[in-house]
């Protein structure tokens, strides 16, 4: 039986290829709130907007996000765009949180932030990063081409 190897973390000259949004959301009509954490490929597909299938889970203070891949979009309308996967947390509590995203079980890169009224990035991935992270919706989806995910 094949010994199952654990991913690696912060591989030495990965490049970055998903960005990571995270902000407050406010869903009025159905009267919830909470944090949002919104990633989206850098790459833009020309002819379908993927979906990037994330899973979540929560274990105290830890959240981890899994990076499974992309599935294809339901509609057989041809868009161009970036791969987007939307993920809502609703009952995280003001405080610390590390974040733990895993790319396809081959490597983890970790952060550290701070949630509050405000949400700050305590803690970058150090060496390897394959995902960049930002409060800041500016620096998540620069171009005009980018589908609405509000």
């Known amino acids: 039986m094949a010994k199952k190897k ?4 912060n591989r030495k000259g990965a490049q970055s290829e998903y960005r990571l949004l995270i902000e407050h959301f406010e869903d009025q009509l159905a009267k919830r709130s909470g944090i949002v954490f919104l990633f989206r490929t850098k790459e833009e597909f020309q002819n379908f907007v ?4 994330v899973e979540t889970e929560m274990k105290g203070r830890r959240i981890f996000f899994k990076i499974v891949g992309l599935r294809t979009p339901l509609s057989d309308f041809p868009a161009a765009g970036p791969a987007i996967c939307r993920c809502e947390m609703e009952n995280l509590k003001p405080g ?3 974040l733990l995203i895993d790319r396809r079980g081959k490597q983890v890169n970790q952060f550290r932030i701070s949630v509050r009224k405000k949400i700050k990035i305590l803690q970058e991935a150090r060496e390897g990063k394959f995902i960049d992270i930002t409060t800041d919706r500016s620096e998540w989806s620069p171009g005009p081409e980018t589908p609405n995910v509000e």
């Open 96 to 98: 610390e949180y590390t």
């Open 50 to 53: 993927y979906e990037l299938v």
């Open 6 to 9: 654990s991913p690696k973390i």
